[in-house]
């Protein structure tokens, strides 16, 4: 009997030993991230949603003027043999009042995923942005700033469409010689309607530290059992395609989009811009950005915009931005975001100042 005792300790021990070997060898870790952003806007004209004329001038304090503010959790945890966990949890704030913004509508409303990574690519399940969204961002000349760039137009066409990604699982491949590709499918989650709220996106790049090139589209049908606010179900389809050249601190940038929104517009959107780091401390960057409604040319309008960040330290940035759109028929492209997302028919000027902190 002490004999089978005294192996039955060994047994425990040993197991005992294996396990915290294996907690020891196991490295993972947690990050808490954000940024805090605010600023000043004044705009010339402000769109009246009830009669679709001018409603006057604005000066108002705004959240988020370049970057969207948030906080996150994200994650990682190395399971040997090159693979990895990970996961996100990130949710949108307004520095202005404390409540959500930029977070389609929810806790944690901008990224909820767990995936797994190893050096044969990723693979994310959960809430994420699409690959479609994500190449804007690439071949945007002012980085998708809250005021005065593409991103504007991308809400004003589809909202949040494509931007959140609920139900969704990805693969992203790792660089090859210079490429790499992206591909979402997200479940519309309807029992007995496969097509309820499905969508899809893929990308592809090519970049090779000084040429850049991609490509891709998305497909999104409406419904589906996430109801959010600004919807993210509108039904459409994107296509992009651009290109980047950097030599030196300039880098050039330049981009076609097509939104096909399904009983609405159907827009090309061609794009150019530079940005341009002057100094250590300061960038400068500004676009150009046309857009015409295919099915109505005489639906049209123009946005220029320029912008300025004075980096006081590597996590606080001072910036300043004008920007000028002038709208013909239906089009009612806006300046901001926040608080401006449309415009009234004519000519707009607007202004944004602000700081970010990044933490």
């Known amino acids: 009997m002490y004999s089978q005792r005294k192996s039955g300790r060994a047994v425990i021990a040993g197991a005992t030993i294996l396990l915290l070997s294996g907690a020891a ?6 990050t808490l991230y954000g940024v805090a952003d605010g600023g000043l806007l004044y705009t010339s004209k402000t769109l009246d949603p009830a009669t679709g004329g001018n409603a006057g001038k604005q000066f108002s304090l705004v959240d988020s003027g370049i970057a969207p503010s948030q906080f996150g959790l994200m994650g990682t945890e190395d399971l040997g043999g090159g693979m990895k966990a990970e996961f996100r949890l990130e949710s949108g704030i307004s520095v202005a009042n404390g409540s959500f913004n930029d977070s389609n509508g929810n806790l944690f409303g901008r990224q909820a995923y767990v995936g797994l990574a190893n050096p044969y690519g990723e693979v994310k399940l959960g809430l994420q942005f699409s690959p479609f969204f994500l190449a ?15 991103l504007v137009i991308y809400l004003d066409h589809v909202a949040g469409t494509g931007v959140f990604n609920a139900n969704s699982v990805s693969y992203s491949s790792p660089v090859v010689a210079g490429f790499s590709g992206s591909a979402l499918f997200s479940f519309g989650g309807v029992a007995g309607n496969f097509q309820s709220g499905r969508q899809y996106s893929v990308s592809l790049k090519y970049d090779n530290g000084t040429v850049m090139v991609e490509a891709a589209y998305y497909d999104g049908n409406s419904g589906g059992t996430v109801s959010t606010v600004p919807p993210t179900n509108v039904a459409f389809e994107g296509r992009m395609l651009g290109a980047s050249y950097k030599i030196g601190k300039l880098t050039a940038k330049a981009s076609f989009v097509n939104y096909k929104v ?16 002057a100094t250590p401390d300061l960038d400068l960057n500004g676009g150009v950005w046309f857009v015409s409604d295919r099915n109505q040319t005489t639906n049209h309008s123009v946005m220029g915009s320029l912008g300025a960040q004075y980096f006081l330290t590597r996590r606080t940035t001072l ?8 709208n013909h028929g239906a089009m009612n492209t806006g300046l901001s975001v926040n608080d401006a997302l449309y415009s009234p028919t004519g000519t707009t000027t607007g202004v944004n100042c602000g700081i970010r902190h990044v933490f």
């Not at 804007?136 to 593409?150: A, E, N």
């Not at 009983?263 to 794009?271: A, H, L, P, R, T």
């Open 319 to 326: 910036y300043g931005q004008v920007a000028v759109v002038n």
């Open 25 to 30: 060898h196991a490295q993972s870790s947690v």
């Open 136 to 150: 804007l961002y690439d071949l945007d000349p002012r980085g998708l700033s809250q005021f005065g760039s593409g």
């Open 262 to 277: 399904a009983g609405g517009f159907n827009s090309n959107v061609y794009d150019a811009g530079l940005d341009f780091l």
